[in-house]
């Protein structure tokens, strides 16, 4: 997953324009093979791709994702539109950004690209540490205070949180939204138990680079589950 997130982002600095395909495991050496008839540059050479980048011609790359429930996304990503294409291109950092699973890709100021998580997986899990410092179970009866999980109950799960979060790859667009998930937990943590010392959250480890694997098609058919 790393070296896949790692190469979609290096491929997005020359060729930023993506059209996203999903298709089932069974098919997908089938609709990868159809891309590459589609879009002969696929199989090309770098400095092929390179030349034609130069000269303002379309040269279309294919990043195979990691499949997950039966499906597999395929990316194309090319420098130009391409004329005449069947598929649906997009700008994939405008108006609405590339989004896989739950990382969503991301420019910075600076013009560094990287993997953040997704606007949704933020929210999710800032909804998911509020709630477990500051209670649940709905609105408390009448004169009854609002339900919390005792501190070192709340102060446990929180580290389960954390520890979780550890797992998502530490790139750094990521690793930045998981320091501020840390602060954020810190914040809460402090506004409602003053009396009880906050959650350590672990730092998150940097992703080390990993080199994109390459094979031919027909190689990836058992990977998909497909016939040996």
Same mark, same amino acid.
């Given at each position: 997953?790393? @070296? ?15 059209? /996203?395909?999903?298709?089932? /495991? ?18 090309? #050479? ?22 997950? #429930? ?9 420098? /130009? ?6 598929? =649906?291109? =997009? ?42 410092? !500051?209670?649940?179970g709905g609105q408390p009866g009448y004169g009854k205070r609002p339900y919390q999980l005792p501190p070192q109950t709340a102060h446990d799960q929180i580290i389960k949180l954390a520890a979780h979060l550890q797992h998502y790859p530490g790139l750094s667009g990521i690793r930045s939204d998981v320091f501020d998930l840390a602060?954020? @937990? !810190? ?9 009880? =010392?906050?959650? /350590? ?28």
């Open positions: 997953m790393t @070296s896949a997130l790692q190469i979609v982002a290096r491929l997005a600095h020359s060729s930023p324009f993506v059209a /996203v395909i999903e298709a089932p /495991v069974a098919k997908a050496v089938q609709i990868a093979q159809r891309q590459a008839q589609r879009y002969p540059t696929i199989d090309t #050479d770098h400095g092929t791709r390179t030349a034609l980048r130069k000269i303002k011609m379309p040269a279309v790359q294919l990043v195979i994702m990691p499949p997950e #429930d039966g499906e597999v996304a395929m990316l194309l990503l090319s420098n /130009v539109v391409p004329a005449d294409s069947r598929e =649906h291109w =997009h700008n994939a950092f405008a108006p609405y950004p590339l989004t896989w699973r739950n990382y969503e890709l991301t420019q910075t100021a600076a013009g560094r690209i990287t993997w953040r998580l997704s606007t949704e997986a933020r929210q999710h899990y800032r909804a998911r540490i509020a709630r477990l410092i !500051t209670g649940r602060q954020y @937990s !810190t914040r809460v943590w402090t506004a409602t138990h003053s009396q009880e =010392h906050y959650p /350590v959250w672990p730092t998150m480890p940097y992703a080390r680079f990993s080199q994109a694997q390459t094979a031919p098609l027909p190689d990836l058919i058992p990977l998909f589950g497909g016939p040996s």
